[in-house]
């Protein structure tokens, strides 16, 4: 078992419509929950963390955290053609060190017009 | 948020040879990462590299494939030994930063392809 898994995707979404991507990890002593953006050729950079369960909003994007289920998804509202790129779920787990992130494979996602 | 500095941005190389890529951030961090991206994949990390001690390796990666140095508090190398084909990806560096945002900050990475 994959310790993070996100659905596979590829995802198409039309603009405007909500995109949702979900991961799931297998640690339970996990604490940090991160979830990165990265376009083609660049390197990946932070849009969401969250530590607590439930549900934490920055602008049109929002990050829910069920611990007990050991789940972890980002929704992104009014979706831009902006957005197109993969998005990466990354867990530091139990007894690790902050920076030290176990990634999923990555979810592509594309907003068309 | 600290700014990292990466290069050589992307090279192409010979099987057999080596090749060191260096990773410079602006402020004093504790303690820096390096990931590979193969392609189309995810990142996996290879190791941790503090400063005045031996770097720690992830499984599935060895100090004599991938050697680093970590001489201060501010740049780190990976080298990246006796290529093969299969070592061609992408390797970035990054760097955590504590505080109310605590997260990690990648360099723009280095593209390497092995022919």
């Known amino acids: 078992q994959k310790e993070v898994e996100q659905n596979s995707g590829p995802l198409s979404v039309p603009e405007g419509a909500i995109a949702s991507l979900n991961c799931t990890y297998s640690d339970r002593g996990s604490q940090s929950f991160f979830w990165y953006r990265q376009y083609s050729g660049k390197s990946p950079e932070l849009i969401m963390f969250i530590y607590s369960n439930g549900d934490k909003e920055d602008g049109r994007f929002t990050a829910q955290l069920n611990k007990a289920s050991q789940y972890v998804s980002l929704l992104i509202r009014d979706s831009q053609p902006s957005d197109s790129a993969t998005y990466l779920c990354?867990?530091?787990?139990?007894?690790?060190?902050?920076?030290?992130?176990?990634f999923g494979q990555g979810t592509i996602l594309t907003v068309h017009p | 948020s600290a700014v990292i500095s990466q290069k050589p941005s992307r090279d192409i190389c010979q099987r057999g040879t080596s090749l060191t890529i260096q990773c410079q951030v602006d402020s004093q961090v504790t303690m820096m990462f390096w990931y590979r991206q193969q392609p189309g994949q995810s990142l996996t990390l290879i190791a941790t590299a503090n400063q005045g001690s031996e770097a720690t390796y992830e499984s599935g990666f060895v100090i004599d494939k991938f050697p680093i140095s970590r001489p201060n508090l501010t740049f780190s190398t990976l080298t990246v030994s006796n290529m093969s084909p299969e070592d061609s990806s992408i390797y970035l560096c990054?760097?955590?930063?504590?505080?109310?945002?605590?997260?990690?900050?990648f360099g723009q990475g280095t593209r390497l392809t092995v022919v």
């Open positions: 990054s760097v955590e930063e504590w505080g109310w945002n605590t997260e990690a900050f």
């Open positions: 990354a867990v530091i787990p139990g007894g690790t060190s902050y920076g030290k992130l176990t």
